[in-house]
DNA sequence: CAATATGCGCGAAACGTTTCGCTTGCGTAA
DNA sequence: TTACGCAAGCGAAACGTTTCGCGCATATTG
């Protein structure tokens, strides 16, 4: 029913191939481009991908794999990769594995099954053998997977940067709520905490250390926790958006005042803290680099070339002041 | 390279044909199908996608078409559907047209293009003309275009029935900030304020209805024209989620007190409102019901049955009551 | 002017399925 | 016993491309 090469070569008298060597740019009379442009606009013929990837053993489709789409910090790096992927000729397949190990690597298995032409993945347990056995490039974001191509931001470093703030400001019991260590990115953000304690010769106090899920009711749960103890932590230090959200119910349920009663840091989180009763300063990561890294390494990858294999980008987070740093002592 | 069906009826004696059917669920004696499943298990052979649809003129993926990825409405929608089009055996395309009707149009060219076999579609300016002329099923989402089948919210019923409340406590003027009237959802949300107010026999100030964009900086500029009005506005009423969020900004930049100072009726956020100073009424739309109807009606259309074509499924929203309606004089 | 290079076009095979129409062999009813 | 129906399997065509190798004509070079 639609039309295809084949009348498109008909209606110019030309051949098949020519046709084909017009659609994907090779050398063709001036001439004949003109009426093949012609006929192509009157038929108008679309090309067939389904028999393109037949042929070329190319979908030009990349898959994103996610833990969630319902925290915006995935949501919004998708938002960003889309668009970029488009300007390469890329479609994107969006799934998620609902926080799922199972669900994981099963969506891994759908989405090699779909031949796509790459994955962008944001892993959890899956490891680096059943990843490469795929046979799929892979780019690993936010979490890294040792041995494979990666772009994450430095945890490490971002948070022991503000946990240093805060200790040479005076603040000595600074609460952290941690994602699982298992997580690459939560053991990383602990060891950030740890360092900045180290570099000052401070003894850190275990119980100032939550851990939980990275989720809304860890945050609210931890929070809670920690505005238990006494005496109350002078800090508070979260470590993804949905933990910042649950910290702040809590906070807010305990009619807190931030930073007067206690100095909180967030995390991954715009929008609330700057309506929250004092904007709350905030460590951002970058949507925008991790995205058009992500894009860039994985197009790279795609097209066949793989030097600097495996690559790890990390980037660097930025630190939003909204508040002066509350002075202890 | 990778194992095809012809590899598997050379290794089992079969014929291709006899390992399509086996494929597809067709009779095959117990003594071959365990001999193809044997095969197909030792061989590793995966169906390719590419020849299939070629033969079949099915892609079995879905084009999800949204104004934006960056709102959390659309999102979030986006995050509810992706299981249920999967558990259909369909993927997703998720592309935006960054609000952008030039790229509206362009976008849906595109999914065309790619000859996916459904489409999800949140349309802005683009006519029941042009998406009929795609050829491919289509349900809109959200926003209503005559002659299609749709999914959206009743809303001039969720503002009608928040503002009713707010007029039956006394209130009088009632501020309200709404998206381009172009836009069947604002259009219509407009029509549910001046409704209650018709029901009532009480006259409207056209000043107190602020029309802009659905984003943050139209909640803020909006919201900030209504506090500059004197006498203040006892009530403000928005209309998407980055509206309200723009307009607690100014809320919170003018020091104003909720709901002692104004009251306020937010829109489609769950988590803002609830940690803001005092957690804000809110109307929200549903996001899971929606996702379910417009997949299960975009499904039966993609099987060939367009049985009640079109079909327009209006759903209601409901009232997230943080604080009691104020009370004026 | 002959020899060679170059640009352009063509025919045909191949990619991996699905599906149509046919054959075969078996069981069953008349 | 004959005829028939039915289940199961098969061969081959077709889906719409890309691409390889070849041939022709024109331009280029010595």
Redesign the pocket.
Known sequence: ??T???DV?QYT?????????Y??GG??????RKRIGEAIEVLD????Y???S???NKTMTVGILLPSLFTPFFSLICAYIEPLLKSHGYSMIVCSYHDDPIEEISKLKFLQALSIDGIVAVPTTVTADELTALKIPVVLMDRNVPGLDSVVTDNINAVHDVVEELIIHGHRRIGIILGPPTVTTAYERKLGYERAFADYNLPIDESLIRIGEYDIATGYREMIELLNMKPLPTAVVVSSHDITVGAIMAAYERKLKIPDDIYFVGYDEEQITKVFNAPVTTVLQPLVEIAQSVTELLVKRMNGDYSGYPQLNRLKTTLLRHQPISKIE
Do not use: F, H, P, Q
């Not at 008298?13 to 060597?21: E, F």
């Open positions: 029913m639609a295809t090469i084949k070569a008298g030309l051949s098949i191939a020519t046709i084909s060597k659609i994907n050398n063709v009379l001036e001439d004949n013929y679309k090309v067939n389904a028999a393109r037949l042929k070329t």
